[in-house]
Every structure is written in structure tokens, then in C-alpha cells.
């Protein structure tokens, strides 16, 4: 037993060294015949606990657990699962709309490179009022000429001239077969363009059966009055033979019969037109769309 010489404490713990209330270094105490007189203690008070080497460990009050209870985790789980779920669905939703769109611009694109050369009823323009004599009727597209079998024929398109761009628009040859008629290839010459031409040419020699034309610029009625379209033009063939083709002065697409003739190429010539109601200072000439019935 050790005791504490400043206080009277006593230890049982032979192993301390100092006093656990003052500090004061034990002293060893030896038993006496007599028990211990009744010692009167002062106020308890919270020690301050020493190390072996004289530093002091602080005690902490017990400031309790800061984890959540089970129960509030619980309730978090359906908050967090339903954010995940909702976000999921959004971007499925997004993923959803995106594909729509280019499935639906794809789609377009390839009808306008596969329809027949069909009229298409669904089509129609508001007749504007043309010169007399001139008659503006509902239109339809020309697309991409093809076989019975359907195998698909490369064309080449050239002319003898070509209209200078305005702005945006063009009047390139290549126009005459782009499946739009709100494009044309329009001659670059002065007055009516009389003479002048556009060529196609084919991979491959074919049995040409018709020609598909929309004789003047169909971008609209009242630009298809305004400008000139074709009245008749001489088609030549690679076999040295040719036809002599005539239109109606309408806004509307027209067929031309040529028989059967075997060739690699095709050279339409302006020979004759319907003048329109706004000539101006170039007098111009149009064809929007041009395509080809041909078997094997």
C-alpha cells in the first residue's frame, strides 16, 4: 500500500507513483497493529489522470453516437433510390427523343433518294395568278430514275451554260437532279436561252423508255409564272438518233414518250419557250427536275 505524504490518500495499486490528486510522490505504507483512523475525505472531485511520465490525459464527457439511427437510413434508401430511378427514366426519355429525330431526318432523306416517279397527290400548290394562257396546276416531285428491277443508274449532269448564284441560290446542272423542285438548272445566257443544253450522261448504256421533266421553276407559282419554261426541246441519244419533245404550258410534271432507244447519254436542247410574266434583264429558262424510265 502506498500513501499520499500532502493528502493521507491512500493506494492499493503498489504501482503508482504519484498522488492522482495533488501529484505529490507516494510513500510506502506499512501495517499497523491498530486499523486506520477515520480519515474524512474531501469533495470528490473528477481526477485528472497522469501517465507514467507525468503528462496529463484529458477526460471527454460522453458526447453520444452521431450516426444515424437505423430507422433515418432506412428512410433515406427509398429518397436516394427513388432519385436514381427518376434521373434513369430522363435520360431514356432524352435518349428516346434523339433517336427520333434522326431516325425521322434519315428516313426523309432516303425516301427523297428512293420514291418512284409517281405523282404524288399529297403534294399540292396554291395556283397563283400567271400570265393568260399559262396555267400554274399542282405539281408533284421527280425523284431518281431507275429500272423495272430497280438497280440503280449513275448520272452525270453538265450544260452549255449556267446562271451566276444569287445570294444562296444556285443553278447548277446537278440541280435538275437533286429530287427538289424547288432547285433548277437555269441557262446563263442572254435572252431565252434557245440553244442551250444540259447533258446526261450514264455508267452504262440503258433502253431508255420516257423522259420525266418539270419544264420551268417550280420553287414556287408565282416564280414558275415569272420566269420562262420550256415549250419544245430536241433530245439527242448517244446512238445518233433524236426526239423532238413538246410540253404544255403548265406547273406540273409531264412525260415524254421516246420509244426504245438504246444509249449512254441524253442531251436536252432548248428549242422553244413559254415566256413568263417578269422576263426582267435575263430572261431566264428553267428545268427543275429531269429523270429517266429505262429497262434492261
Not at 410574266?277 to 434492261?296: H, K, L, Q
Given at each position: 500500500m ?14 503508482l ?43 471527454y ?30 435520360l ?21 433518294k ?108 408565282s ?19 433524236s ?8 406547273m ?7 420509244g ?31 429523270a ?5
Amino acid at each position: 500500500m502506498k500513501r499520499c505524504p500532502k493528502c493521507n490518500r491512500k493506494y492499493e495499486d503498489n504501482t503508482l507513483r504519484f498522488c492522482l490528486e495533488d501529484g505529490s510522490t507516494l510513500s510506502a505504507v506499512t501495517r499497523d497493529a491498530e486499523p486506520p483512523t477515520t480519515e474524512i475525505l474531501p469533495p470528490r472531485v473528477q481526477p485528472t489522470l497522469k501517465s507514467s511520465a507525468g503528462s496529463t490525459i484529458p477526460s471527454y464527457p460522453n458526447v453520444g453516437d452521431f450516426r444515424a439511427a437505423p430507422s433515418e437510413a432506412r428512410q433515406s434508401n427509398p429518397i436516394l433510390t427513388a432519385g436514381v430511378v427518376a434521373i434513369a427514366l430522363l435520360l431514356l426519355a432524352l435518349v428516346g427523343i434523339a433517336a427520333y429525330f434522326v431516325l425521322r431526318q434519315s428516313g426523309g432523306n432516303e425516301s427523297a433518294k428512293t420514291s418512284t416517279n409517281e405523282p404524288n397527290t399529297n403534294r399540292k400548290s396554291t395556283p397563283a395568278s400567271p400570265e393568260p394562257g399559262r396555267s400554274a396546276s399542282p405539281s408533284t416531285e421527280i425523284a431518281s430514275s431507275e429500272s423495272q428491277t430497280g438497280t440503280p443508274l449513275k448520272i452525270t449532269p453538265s450544260a452549255s451554260s449556267v446562271r451566276l448564284a444569287v445570294q444562296a441560290n444556285t443553278y447548277y446542272a446537278a440541280n435538275a437532279m437533286d429530287g427538289k423542285r424547288s432547285t433548277a438548272w437555269i441557262e446563263g445566257v442572254d435572252g431565252p436561252g434557245l440553244g442551250e443544253w444540259i447533258r446526261f450522261d450514264f455508267d452504262r448504256e440503258i433502253n431508255l423508255h420516257r423522259i420525266l421533266i418539270q419544264p420551268g421553276y417550280f420553287k414556287s407559282p408565282s416564280i414558275w409564272a415569272e420566269n420562262n419554261c420550256i415549250a419544245t426541246l430536241t433530245a439527242y441519244f448517244s446512238d445518233g438518233s433524236s426526239r423532238d419533245l413538246t410540253f404544255d404550258d403548265r406547273m406540273d410534271s409531264q412525260k415524254a414518250e421516246v420509244g426504245s432507244v438504246k444509249t449512254r447519254w441524253v442531251k436536252l436542247v432548248i428549242k422553244s419557250v413559254y415566256h413568263g410574266t417578269n422576263p426582267g434583264s435575263t430572261d431566264d429558262t428553267a428545268i427543275s427536275e429531269v429523270a429517266f424510265e429505262w429497262g434492261p
